[in-house]
């Protein structure tokens, strides 16, 4: 991602204020001929105050303050501010004012100013300084009003799939979980999203242009995952930043529907269909979680901007020359446009979708469909940018729901299958400075930016599409491993940092700064999706178990006799620490239907014990329990969470690593004292012994600790391993692949 360009100098005010110019033409606009511009290169305009919400009753005095700073050495500077603030939507001017003022050699001026607004709706401010005919200009969103948000309730689209799901979530609403599993998306909640940078992710739209280039990508990304984590926790406290945060966004919309962070001169060069997406993205969920029609409104107007812009007729843009990675990037707007279309029934919507299909297949772009239904590879797909393909293959899967196409199904499943046989690594996630590399190649220090917190969320939704569409086991496979893993790694539970690359061997580098840091915002969304993936409704018939962390559900399933029942299910567990976990079953009346059990490939020996009668799982498949439920049914299950050591492979030879279940452990050198150097450690077995947690350092976010033998400096010693997902906590080195014994 490229940096984006400093405020530009001024020739004509329409060139400068997107928000202005489209909103307003009654201010004072500079001459079109003055001549060489300088100020912008010296100097640059900040906007210190967030939009101020204006309610329905009465005027409101709103005062706010603008201030400069030096980009270069200047002597100083003598001219003319002026402000004018103006309503959005009447176009009326509400204040003007030209003040002389002086700025110093390192700026720092402030000037502050009170304007009465007597009257709801959307106020934007523009600043000019002046001297002689050398300008600056900023504009900026200065106060908004929004509709009231009321009786909140799940939406569902108006259109219907073709192809049906078969695997099914349930409301979030009735899904709840304890233990480990709700440490972890409890601090994903307290410590990540309630602390977002709000500042930091909706200036760029308030006060075009952003500061990096992506930033517009940032609050869709936040809607995206808090819309979901909002419906599981019903946090009051994030359902009013969710508002706050809809509504300026929404009062950021210029009238032609662009509500990206750009300049006109920029508009479609770089990343802005991608911010586009993640708008549409995080406003439809938002949408869906709370029915606020004014977010389903804004979505349509860009999606009518979009399909205005870009298409295959004279005087439209090419989608695939419009962003970064052959047009992958803004190729990705795919999957919120299939959304669109489902809450809309807008077939203009529809008809987009299919013209990205035919885009790619154009000269200078990445050829998604026809790679990968020949070639079948990931890594000689367009460029082999991973985030962005993943993306584009979400969108690819459900426009397959829409229309019907094979060839759309048979690429994302022949990109599925290769991802999952040669390009993950043992915790779940993939890409090696962001690219897919040959098979088998996966190197995983910092240096080698492996497993792009983006990357491993964007393989998760990818994975989850395609187990809802399916069913099958294998999907679920990899959706535990990831999250077991390499999610649960990226976002540390102490503080609700992130790490971008997230390395086996090395540091966690978190991180809690936006700037520039894609990953920060896309890690939540993983753990958002976490409560719709371990209980699912078989469309046909029961209901599916996929992991046995302690939780609970409940809804309705069809029975064998297409009949609708409602029930709750308990499960009482201490997975994945333990392999046993304790299923209790309550239809509200007596009813067959199928339970199904995920049997985890990594396990061994599962067993479900119902009403006496034993059943044994086959690894990597479910075991069907299709039985007449009472209320009170118990089903007790037992696996073996086999401790097991796995082969460093290409990159790694002659090193191995430990799991034990789902988990993947590490030696981190902070539980490690005695270790002057963990590069010189070597195991030599699998025999985890269970410590006490008491072991662990104050503060730590876990309860698992393990002690195994080992080698260092030559001799035997004991080690001290935790899963992965918690190591580095306290920023200890860790390393995952340790050496085999004699190497």
């Known amino acids: 991602m490229y940096l984006i360009k400093s405020i530009r100098l001024i020739a004509l005010l329409t060139c400068l204020l997107p928000a202005f110019a489209t909103h307003s033409q009654t201010a004072t606009q500079p001459s079109a001929t003055a001549g060489p511009l300088k100020l912008g290169k010296a100097l640059s305009i900040n906007i210190l105050d967030r939009p101020t919400y204006i309610p329905a009753s009465g005027p409101t005095v709103l005062t706010k303050t603008v201030s400069f700073s030096a980009t270069a050495s200047v002597h100083d500077l003598a001219g003319t501010l002026s402000i004018t603030v103006y309503n959005a939507a009447t176009k009326a001017v509400i204040f003007q004012q030209a003040k002389p003022i002086t700025i110093g050699k390192t700026g720092g001026q402030s000037v502050s100013f009170s304007a009465t607004i007597n009257k709801e709706g959307d106020y934007w401010a523009t600043y000019t300084f002046q001297i002689a005919s050398d300008s600056i200009t900023r504009s900026t969103l200065i106060a908004y009003s929004a509709a009231p948000h009321l009786n909140e309730h799940l939406t569902e689209p108006v259109v219907a799939k073709m192809i049906p799901d078969k695997a099914i979530p349930f409301a979030l609403e009735n899904v709840r979980f304890s233990g480990f599993m709700e440490d972890r998306l409890s601090a994903n909640l307290t410590e990540r999203l309630l602390n977002i940078d709000e500042t930091g992710i909706m200036e760029g739209f308030y006060s075009r242009p952003g500061k990096q280039t992506w930033v517009g990508e940032y609050p869709g990304k936040y809607l995206h995952a808090a819309s979901r984590v909002w419906r599981y926790s019903k946090n009051a406290q994030l359902k009013k930043q969710m508002d706050r945060i809809v509504d300026v966004l929404i009062a950021t919309q210029l009238d032609d529907g662009y509500l990206g962070t750009y300049l006109p001169a920029d508009y479609w060069t770089d990343w802005d269909v991608w911010a586009h997406k993640y708008d549409m993205l995080g406003l439809l969920s938002y949408y869906a979680a709370t029915g606020y029609k004014p977010a389903l409104e804004t979505s349509r107007r860009v999606g009518d901007l979009l399909c205005r812009t870009f298409g295959p007729s004279p005087g439209q843009r090419n989608l695939m020359l419009s962003g970064h990675h052959m047009g992958m990037a803004s190729g990705s707007v795919l999957e919120p446009m299939t959304d669109l279309y489902r809450y809309t029934g807008d077939k203009k919507y529809l008809d987009f979708c299919n013209y990205i299909i035919d885009a790619y297949e154009t000269p200078k ?180 178990v996929n992991s046995y962390p302690a939780g609970s559900v409940r809804g309705t399933v069809l029975t064998s006799d297409h009949k609708e029942v409602g029930f709750q299910l308990r499960v009482d567990s201490r997975f994945p620490e333990e392999g046993r976990a304790t299923i209790t079953l309550n239809p509200d009346r007596r009813a067959t239907f199928i339970v199904g059990l995920h049997v985890p490939a990594w396990c061994r020996n599962f067993k479900a014990v119902v009403n006496g009668k034993t059943f044994a799982g086959t690894p990597g498949q479910y075991l069907t329990l299709s039985q007449e439920w009472n209320k009170g049914t118990v089903i007790q299950v037992t696996f073996d969470l086999h401790p097991q050591l796995l082969d460093g492979g290409k990159s790694y030879p002659g090193f191995v690593a430990l799991k034990s279940g789902p988990q993947v452990l590490a030696l981190d050198q902070a539980l490690n004292p005695q270790i002057n150097d963990i590069a010189t450690v070597s195991l030599t077995s699998a025999m985890l012994t269970a410590i006490p947690k008491t072991q662990l350092p104050k503060g730590w976010l876990g309860s698992q600790i393990y002690s195994v033998p080992g080698m260092a400096d030559g001799k035997p010693t004991t080690l001290t391993v935790v899963p992965f997902a918690e190591a580095g906590q306290t920023g200890g080195d860790l390393a995952v692949w340790i050496r085999k014994t004699g190497q």
């Open 365 to 544: 772009g990445p050829k998604i469909i026809s790679t990968l239904t020949t070639l079948g590879k990931v890594d000689k797909t367009g460029n082999a940018k991973a985030y962005e393909m993943m993306s584009n293959l979400v969108g690819i899967v459900k426009l397959y729901q829409l229309t019907g196409n094979p060839d759309l199904l048979k690429a994302t499943q022949n990109a599925w299958n290769d991802i999952a046989a040669h390009k993950l690594y043992i915790t779940g996630t993939a890409s090696e400075k962001e690219y897919f590399r040959d098979d088998y190649e996966l190197p995983a220090t910092n240096d080698d930016h492996m497993g792009e917190g983006c990357v491993t969320t964007t393989w998760l939704q990818f994975s989850q599409a395609l187990y809802a569409l399916t069913g099958e086991a294998k999907y679920m496979e990899e959706i535990e491993k990831s999250i077991f893993n390499h999610l649960f790694a990226a976002e540390n539970p102490q503080t609700g940092c992130v790490s971008y690359y997230t390395a086996l061997q090395g540091k966690k580098p978190y991180r809690c700064t936006i700037d520039g840091h894609c990953c920060l915002a896309s890690v939540p969304r993983g753990f958002a999706i976490i409560p719709e993936l371990i209980y699912t409704r078989n469309a046909d018939n029961g209901l599916s």
